[in-house]
C-alpha cells in the first residue's frame, strides 16, 4: 500500500471521523483507523462497535492499494505538526507504515485489517433523500428530551418513523416529550426504528455543514446516511417505544398565548430561589396576568409577574423549571401556544402558528 495525499485534505477529513476512537483494552484496534485504498479513492473508518463512520477522499496520484490499521491519535497529531500544504506520503512495508513529509519521517505499529471491526454488508428496508437542514432542524428542536441513562433503555435514544407520507422523530424520557414531523413528497416504504442517543449526537454534529442532499438507508438493524463523501452507520435500538400519542391532546381548545421571550425571562428569576432537588415553579395564570412563584428548603421565595392575553378560568400549575425552559429554548416564534390536558397533569405546548412541533411536560403534584 501507498500514496500521497495533501496534508491539510487529510487533517480535514480525520477530524471528520476520529470522535469516535476509544481507549479500549481488550480491543486495541478500536484505537485504531482502517486505512484503505483501491480504485482511486481513499479510505479512512473509524467505529466505537456500534457507530461506524467512513470518509471516502478522491486520489490523483499513483498509488498502491492495500489496506492496513494505526492509531489514530498518532497519525492525526504527526499531521496536525507538519506544514499544512506539503505532500505527505504514507506507506506500507513489513506490517510498518512509514510517513514521510519534506524533512520529517516517522514509523508506526500496525494491526491487521482483517481484525477490525466494521459494518461491510448492510441490506436496507426502506430510503428516501432529505436536506441536511430539514434533518438537523428536526433533531436540534427534540434531542434534548432523550433519556440519558434510564434503564428503559428504549427512551435512552430517538424514534423516527414514517407513517403515511410523514416522517417524524420523538424523544421523552418519561417527564418530558418533544416531537416534530415532516411532509414528504416521495413514496418511500414505511419505518419506524429508535436512534441511540450516541448515535443522534454524532448525526448533530456531522450535520453541521453547508445544506446538502442526504441520503438516508434504513436497515433491520442499523441505520446509515450518507453525508457527502461521508458514510455514516450506527446500531439501532431494539424494543418498542412508547404510545407517544396517547400523551399528545387530540380535541385541542382554546390556547393560552404567552410572550416566549417574557417566560422564559421570568422563570429564570424565580428559578434562583427554586427547589435544588425539585426544581418546581408555580405557575398561576388570571385576569390578564401571569405570576411564577418559586421557594426552597430554605424557606426562601422568589416571584415574578407579567401580563398576558388570558381573561378564562384561573390556572394553577406546579412545573419542572429546566424542562420548561429547555423547550422554550428551542422555539424561535415570538409567542408560544400552551394547552392544559383535562386531567391537569400534563401541559402541551407548540410554537405559535405551528404545530408541525409540539412539546408535553408533566406537571408536578402541588
Not at 428536526?138 to 434510564?150: L, R, S, Y
Not at 422563570?267 to 405570576?291: A, P, Q, V
Not at 426552597?296 to 422568589?302: D, I, K, P
Amino acid at each position: 500500500m501507498k500514496f500521497i495525499i495533501k496534508n491539510n485534505i487529510l487533517v480535514a477529513n480525520l477530524k471528520k471521523i476520529i470522535r469516535l476512537l476509544v481507549k479500549n483494552t481488550s480491543l486495541p484496534i478500536l484505537e485504531n483507523i482502517l486505512i484503505e485504498i483501491k480504485t482511486g479513492i481513499l479510505s479512512l473508518t473509524t467505529t466505537n462497535l456500534e457507530i461506524e463512520t467512513i470518509v471516502n477522499i478522491q486520489i490523483s496520484q499513483e498509488y498502491i492499494p492495500g489496506k492496513i490499521t494505526i492509531s489514530g491519535k498518532k497519525i492525526l497529531n504527526i499531521c496536525r505538526n507538519l506544514p499544512e500544504t506539503s505532500d505527505i506520503q504514507i506507506q506500507l512495508k513489513n506490517n510498518k507504515i512509514y510517513i514521510s513529509s519534506e524533512k520529517s519521517s516517522y514509523v508506526l505499529s500496525t494491526l491487521p485489517a482483517e481484525s477490525f471491526p466494521n459494518h461491510q454488508s448492510f441490506n436496507y428496508i426502506s430510503s428516501f433523500e432529505i436536506s441536511s437542514n430539514i434533518l438537523k432542524n428536526m433533531i436540534t428542536k427534540t434531542e434534548f428530551a432523550m433519556g440519558k441513562q434510564d434503564v428503559r433503555y428504549y427512551l435512552n435514544g430517538m424514534l423516527f418513523e414514517k407513517k403515511e407520507n410523514y416522517l417524524r422523530n420523538v424523544a421523552t424520557d418519561g417527564y418530558r416529550l418533544a416531537t416534530s414531523y415532516i411532509s414528504l413528497k416521495e413514496k418511500i416504504n414505511s419505518f419506524s426504528i429508535i436512534v441511540p442517543n450516541k448515535g443522534v449526537m454524532e448525526i448533530l454534529k456531522l450535520l453541521n455543514v453547508k445544506e446538502t442532499l442526504l441520503h438516508i438507508f434504513i436497515g433491520t438493524n442499523h441505520l446509515r446516511i450518507h453525508i457527502n463523501n461521508l458514510i455514516f452507520t450506527t446500531q439501532l435500538v431494539e424494543g418498542k417505544y412508547p404510545d407517544y400519542q396517547s400523551v399528545l391532546l387530540e380535541d385541542q381548545k382554546k390556547p393560552i398565548i404567552i410572550n416566549n421571550n417574557l417566560l422564559k425571562k421570568s422563570l429564570l428569576r424565580t428559578s434562583i430561589l427554586s427547589h435544588e432537588k425539585f426544581s418546581g415553579i408555580e405557575i398561576n395564570i388570571e385576569n390578564g396576568e401571569l405570576k411564577t412563584v418559586s421557594d426552597n428548603q430554605e424557606e426562601e421565595t422568589a416571584q415574578d409577574k407579567f401580563d398576558v392575553t388570558y381573561f378564562g378560568n384561573t390556572i394553577e400549575i406546579s412545573i419542572n423549571v429546566y424542562y420548561m425552559l429547555d423547550v422554550l429554548n428551542t422555539i424561535n416564534t415570538e409567542n408560544i401556544s400552551l394547552f392544559l390536558n383535562k386531567s391537569q397533569t400534563a401541559i402541551q405546548i407548540e410554537p405559535e402558528n405551528n404545530t408541525s412541533t409540539v412539546y408535553v411536560i408533566m406537571l408536578l403534584k402541588r
